[in-house]
């Protein structure tokens, strides 16, 4: 059933695919189901254990602290047998990574069995070769089994800085050489001796060069984690009856999802909304439009109607993002582990009913040599837009908008030796209302969810100060379930320091679902030492701040679900009590009447009776 995937095809196949469950899978496969779940189990944790070693060993905040990472181990032909539960846009990226590792070797032509030795570690983050962008870097390590090239460990992390045009993000970029240092499956040690000339190549063509050759470190011993631990696993049990595990447990996953896909009725689902900008040309929106179709136990979702791709950097990679994030909401709308019992096992199988496409051309399939480096927030208005396409389809299933973007930002500057520091930072959104739940407030929505950073981490780390972190209390969607607040965070910087933005959404508002009402848009600012506030751009590129000058951060809170009336009069003034709707906005939004603090349920019924 599953095969490898051409990563190359944009269409969904033409055939077929009949009933099939997961008991039909083992019985085809010929394995005992609980051996194929001990094994699925111990393949879990060997991911687990990747991801575990490389937060742990780490250098820089963005892995330690964010997560901003993923790791696992993967068959020689490209296919994903685990991951690591960490980042949702790591979820699926190294299938593009070890493509573009091959499709390199291929143009250069090189025999791949001679270019793969036992000992190598290759390093690889073009983003028109596979990567989801270039700041994220891969690490694979080939696993050798008496003498057989039998899998790859292989992991990816977001670091601080790849020598790009400004420090630490990018967004303003003439095309994909002013990214900084793009590496196309380079060896950092060969048949297990050290390239020395790549390694100083790296160090000095970064502004951190600490963090980033420990953080490479780190993901190298990652590796050799889940090397070693796969090499136990096929002492333990035998090579064939490992990869007739993973075979099965592939066979499996995708059985589970087709079988959830043949519950939407078939048909054409549309949702489409607008970007802030390419952070270039101010006030030129961009289209973006996710086309969703379901046909029996396939499902392809089509971003060719969106905008063309930018002259900016703000563009995605079509493999290693834009398909991933169609993979990734997919897999979470209809196989949501929360809600089931039996066991989901994260492999290559949860993708081959799902069908990506984007138009060569355009900001989901941008051609070389398009810079494509910014790419976190038009990921994150296409898996909203997703959800909203299919919200009338599978109603329960569904949320309202989210914040649906994320001010991604880079702090920068340099101590008195002219040495850099820099920060990367994820300040969080918010969820729209669920159909039996609030929105989640401040958590990073969607694909993105990486962790929050202790302020007291940032401030011992760097020369800047947290005035004020908190969540923001200007409202909400309405609605029967309320949108998520987003948060509010004000810091001063102690020295002069450069920024760069990664922002979207200050010019939209996150929708409403079945009567819901808008959630707020995001809002940055600069306030000067001397108090004069200026309003900035959602992106911004290189922006210079001045010591004692402060940033200003609100991000977007959800839209609402359903009538904002059939919302309990209690629920809303629990709110108020908590500072998250005023006495104007209960009565106005809710028809709740609150008066001197006090909940007028009399005056409440009679106004929501009018």
């Known amino acids: 059933m599953t095969t490898h995937p051409d990563h190359t095809d944009q269409t969904a196949p033409d055939d077929e695919h009949d009933e099939t469950t997961a008991a039909d899978v083992l019985r085809e496969r010929e394995i005992d189901p609980v051996t194929m779940q001990v094994i699925g189990g111990e393949l879990d944790t060997i991911a687990q254990e990747m991801g575990y070693k490389l937060i742990r060993s780490s250098y820089s905040s963005i892995i330690r602290e964010s997560e901003d990472m993923g790791a696992g181990i993967f068959t020689t032909d490209c296919r994903e047998l685990c991951e690591s539960d960490s980042t949702p846009m790591h ?12 499709k390199t070797f291929e143009e250069r032509g090189v025999d791949r069995e001679e270019i793969i030795n036992e ?52 967004i303003d970029l003439e095309d994909m050489y002013a990214e900084g240092s793009l590496f196309r499956a380079t060896k950092v040690y060969d ?16 502004r951190t060069p600490r963090e980033v050759i420990g953080d490479l470190q780190a993901q190298i011993s990652s590796c050799h984690v889940g090397e070693n631990r796969y090499l136990d696993l096929v002492e333990k049990y035998g090579l064939e009856e490992i990869q007739q595990a993973g075979e099965a447990l592939m066979d499996y996953a995708e059985a589970l999802l087709r079988n959830e896909i043949r519950t939407i009725p078939d048909g054409t689902y549309y949702a489409e909304d607008y970007l802030d900008d390419d952070g270039r040309n101010r006030g030129q929106r961009l289209k973006i439009a996710a086309e969703v179709t ?77 810079s494509a480096f910014a790419r976190i927030n038009q990921v994150d208005k296409m898996s909203d837009l997703i959800i909203k396409a299919l919200a009338d389809a599978i109603p329960e299933k569904v949320c309202a908008g989210t914040c649906g ?107 409403g679902l079945f009567g819901g009402g808008e959630g707020t848009h995001g809002d940055l600012k600069h306030i000067k030492a001397d108090g004069e506030v200026l309003d900035l751009h959602s992106k911004e590129s290189g922006y210079k701040f001045e010591a004692n000058d402060r940033v200003l951060i609100k991000t977007a809170s959800g ?31 809710y028809g709740v009447v609150i008066e001197d603090g006090t909940l007028d349920t009399a005056a409440t019924d009679e106004l929501r009776n009018e």
Request: proline residues 6%; negative net charge; contains cysteine.
């Open 91 to 102: 979820v699926g990226s190294l299938i593009g990574y070890l493509d573009g590792m091959y």
């Open 119 to 170: 000992g190598d570690v290759f390093i690889h983050n073009h983003p028109h070769y596979g990567a989801s962008h270039s700041p994220d870097i891969a690490v694979a390590v080939p696993i050798f089994y008496e003498g057989e090239h039998i899998a790859w460990a292989a992991n990816t992390a977001h670091h601080l800085d790849i020598g790009s045009a400004t420090p630490g993000l990018a």
């Open 191 to 206: 048949q297990g001796e050290r390239v020395d000339g790549i390694w100083d190549f790296i160090e000095d063509n970064v």
């Open 294 to 370: 379901v046909d029996g136990s396939d499902i392809t979702v089509d971003m060719s109607k969106s905008a063309d791709q930018t002259p900016t950097g703000y563009n995605i990679p079509f493999h290693g993002s834009t398909d991933v994030c169609i993979y990734f909401t997919i897999r979470s709308l209809l196989m949501d582990t929360f809600v089931r019992d039996e066991y989901l096992p994260q492999n290559s199988g949860t993708f081959a009913p799902v069908h990506p496409k984007a138009r060569p051309g355009c900001m989901f399939n941008p051609t070389p040599p398009t």
């Open 405 to 511: 973007q994320v001010y991604f930002v880079s702090y920068g500057g340099t101590n008195d030796d002219g040495e850099y520091w820099v920060y990367l930072e994820v300040n969080e959104g918010s969820y729209g209302g669920r159909p039996e739940a609030d929105g989640l407030d401040a958590v990073d929505a969607l694909v993105h969810n990486t962790k929050n950073r202790p302020v007291e981490d940032i401030e011992l780390s760097h020369p800047m100060r947290i005035e004020r972190y908190g969540l923001r209390e200007d409202g909400h969607g309405a609605g029967r379930t309320r949108g998520g607040h987003g948060i509010v965070r004000e810091s001063q910087f102690l020295t002069d320091a450069v920024m760069t933005m990664e922002g979207d959404g200050n010019t939209y508002r996150p929708h």
């Open 559 to 589: 839209g609402g679900y359903g009538d904002p009336y059939e919302r309990p009069a209690d629920a809303v003034y629990e709110d108020y009590l908590d500072g998250l709707v005023s006495e104007t906005d209960a009565r106005k939004e």
